[in-house]
């Protein structure tokens, strides 16, 4: 599976889309006050098959829901069943019910196999109007789903899921195992000596987000300047944002291809979200993980993940003895066996290389999303 991003141009006929987005909102507030009546009186979810025969008695009422189509109302009621079975799955924690949402926050619909079709070019037709989007690469592979998207500018993104069966299969090159600590300072430090020192956006462009949020609060609300300031915020943040996916997106690349077997350690990000959470959001371990991960494996590289509470950095990586305790302050600290010197993220790094490498061998690589505790 591949996932293509694509920005509609802006175009008068576009306010039929986004008309669309605003009455899939209508429906889905419509359907959780169902469910929550439903709960009252029952005490379970209301099932997703008597709400599908109840949709088609609301839409002959209601002329403004045939705003969205059949297709995209199904996979509403799809997701609306998925987010409650979620929550009463048992032995589940910290899973909330789904809730109201506002038409402003309200963000997207989907369409399936039907709903939609391209017409060569740049275009695509939906509810029997055409649109036209920026084509910045071509569509190979069967799509599955088209969503339409609206952003917190106001701009529509088409994003397409296609199955790419022509996906590259394993070649390993280079014959390179590499394991990879995570840092504060240092974003990478590899197993072969490298260090690749984290940009930190978010730092960099902190004190005009401040401002933006400032002046985004000082205006009066409802008005045509809070607006603007409330704009000129979102910008500040998608400018961050972008700037640190594309330095993830080349570095991705990058290691992919100078390396074949790739090492991390298991993070448990909620966790350090606790303790540092404007930082831990700056360094974005996970995202650049997820990317990572898919990148690797369209390119057959196996991606291995040691348990969570391995030793990396207690263990000498010359001797293989474990300390009992080590502060994270101690950079450097010497064992007294075998007096090898071990710097802490150089040294976890060679262990995570060493423990990876052996699982590699033994053929029990797992090809899986990432294995963070969240």
């Given at each position: 599976m591949k996932t293509l991003k694509f920005k509609l141009y802006n175009h008068q006929e576009n306010r039929y889309l986004k008309r669309s987005i605003n009455a899939a909102e209508v429906i889905y507030n419509h359907w959780i006050a169902l469910h929550r009546r439903y709960y009252r009186m029952y005490g379970n979810h209301l099932n997703c098959a008597k709400l599908q025969r109840h949709r088609v008695k609301l839409r002959k009422r209601k002329p403004f829901w045939q705003t969205v189509g059949s297709q995209a109302v199904q996979e509403l009621c799809q997701r609306i069943e998925r987010a409650y079975l979620l929550f009463f799955k048992p032995h589940k924690k910290g899973v909330s019910p789904p809730e109201f949402k506002k038409i402003k926050k309200y963000k997207s619909f989907t369409l399936k196999p039907a709903g939609y079709k391209f017409i060569g070019g740049n275009r695509v037709k939906i509810a029997n109007r055409v649109y036209q989007y920026g084509n910045s690469r071509e569509i190979e592979g069967t799509v599955k789903t088209l969503t339409i998207k609206r952003t917190a500018l106001g701009e529509l993104l088409m994003i397409v899921v296609v199955d790419n069966e022509s996906e590259q299969t394993a070649k390993f090159k280079t014959g390179k195992i590499a394991g990879f600590d995570f840092g504060w300072k240092t974003f990478l430090t590899i197993s072969d000596g490298t260090k690749i020192e984290s940009p930190q956006f978010l730092k960099k462009s902190i004190n005009a987000i401040k401002t933006a949020s400032r002046q985004d609060s000082q205006k009066r609300k409802e008005s045509a300047n809070r607006e603007r300031a409330r704009k000129n915020l979102v910008r500040q943040h998608e400018d961050v944002a972008n700037r640190r996916c594309n330095w993830f997106w080349k570095m991705a690349h990058e290691l992919t291809d100078k390396f074949d077997v790739l090492c991390f350690e298991t993070l448990n990000i909620k966790g350090m979200q606790r303790l540092w959470a404007r930082k831990i959001l700056d360094l974005a371990f996970g995202e650049f993980l997820q990317m990572l991960q898919g990148i690797a494996t369209r390119k057959g590289k196996p991606?291995?993940?040691?348990?969570?509470?391995?030793?990396?950095?207690?263990?000498?990586?010359?001797?293989?003895?474990?300390?009992?305790?080590?502060?994270?302050?101690?950079?450097?600290?010497?064992?007294?066996?075998?007096?090898?010197?071990?710097?802490?993220?150089?040294?976890?790094?060679?262990?995570?290389?060493?423990?990876?490498?052996?699982?590699?061998?033994?053929?029990?690589v797992r090809q899986a999303m990432p294995a963070i505790a969240v």
């Open positions: 991606v291995v993940f040691l348990w969570r509470w391995y030793p990396s950095s207690k263990t000498c990586s010359h001797c293989g003895n474990v300390l009992e305790s080590l502060d994270i302050s101690f950079r450097e600290w010497r064992w007294p066996s075998c007096q090898s010197i071990n710097r802490q993220d150089e040294n976890a790094a060679l262990n995570i290389q060493a423990v990876g490498g052996s699982t590699v061998r033994l053929g029990d």
